[in-house]
């Protein structure tokens, strides 16, 4: 099973609930009509039980992908309304939105069992955050977030479909290549943000936006591409979860971690589409 932060901490996606939601599932499988004969039953009563429909996911509180796209898209909608008033507000606002929001994420990661009303206030002070730097970014080279915002969707649809066709999966390799290479990028994000605020680098990206030895393109864009990757890598962790859990039988509840890490992921990976482009529209510029 692959780790993806969030699904990881709880038991729908992990091997500790595979034998509980499965038990849970064949209980609820076949539908009413499956109901085992009661003593005294009349053979109209029988002919009633068998003739109702068969039960849905909704009917058996089954995690099912309809209802993960449902509060996947609940959620999004939330963090385009975030998004919309970020991009009208002050910055001090957007990035009070940025930490209330780390926050909100680290409690839904490491909450085992999900709260809808959590997600839902994780993807609304997300959208504040990203409706705020893409206005900031927007008003230094303006038409990148437009370009971003098509350049995530391109990534999101192409990794769902190679998903689906088969061609892509997460393996345990790729996973524990992909968690190092994340720990690594996180530490030298941290120092490149550290060098960029202190003025020892002399652009305002920090190590990622100077040039480079390969043919003049700046550090930023080779790292964003690999980076961009790992994005969509996650993106395949979160569909095999989703994944995981609908076969297993997860409770429905459990759509709202679907959605979560999926909002997470779609943010990083827009943010960090949108800085590649920044960066190429500085160096175009100097």
């Known amino acids: 099973m692959a780790f993806k932060p969030g699904f990881d901490q709880s038991p729908a996606f992990n091997d500790a609930g595979r034998n509980a939601w499965s038990a849970g599932s064949q209980q609820q499988r076949g539908g009413w009509g499956q109901t085992p004969q009661q003593p005294g039953m009349t053979p109209e009563q029988l002919q009633y039980m068998y003739d109702r429909p068969a039960a849905n996911t909704v009917d058996t509180d089954r995690m099912s992908y309809e209802d993960t ?91 769902l479909l190679l998903f689906r066709s088969g061609k892509v999966r997460a393996t345990p390799k790729a996973t524990k290549f992909f968690l190092v290479a994340m720990v690594g990028y996180m530490a030298f994000s941290l120092v490149n943000l550290v060098l960029a605020w202190t003025g020892v680098t002399s652009t305002p990206f920090g190590l990622m936006g100077a040039p480079s030895f390969l043919f003049g393109i700046p550090w930023g864009v080779i790292i964003g591409v690999f980076v961009v990757v790992m994005a969509a890598y996650s993106l395949i962790l979160d569909f095999d979860q989703i994944k995981t859990g609908v076969q297993r039988g997860a409770p429905r509840i459990y759509g709202w971690t679907a959605a979560f890490g999926l909002i997470v992921t779609l943010v990083w990976l827009y943010l960090e589409i949108l800085r590649i482009l ?5 160096s175009q510029r100097n």
């Not at 940025?98 to 994420?105: K, P, R």
């Not at 920044?278 to 500085?282: F, L, M, R």
């Open 69 to 159: 796209i449902v509060k996947t898209l609940m959620a999004f909608g939330v963090l385009v309304v975030g998004a919309v008033a970020g991009w009208n507000l002050p910055p001090i606002v957007w990035i009070a939105g940025a930490v209330i929001g780390f926050v909100l994420a680290l409690v839904n990661t490491f909450k085992k069992k999900p709260s809808a009303g959590l997600v839902l206030a994780y993807a609304f002070f997300e959208g504040l955050f990203v409706g705020g730097i893409s206005g900031y970014y927007n008003s230094a080279f303006e038409g990148i977030v437009t370009q971003a915002v098509f350049g995530t969707l391109g990534v999101f649809f192409v990794t």
């Open 278 to 282: 920044a960066i190429i529209a500085s």
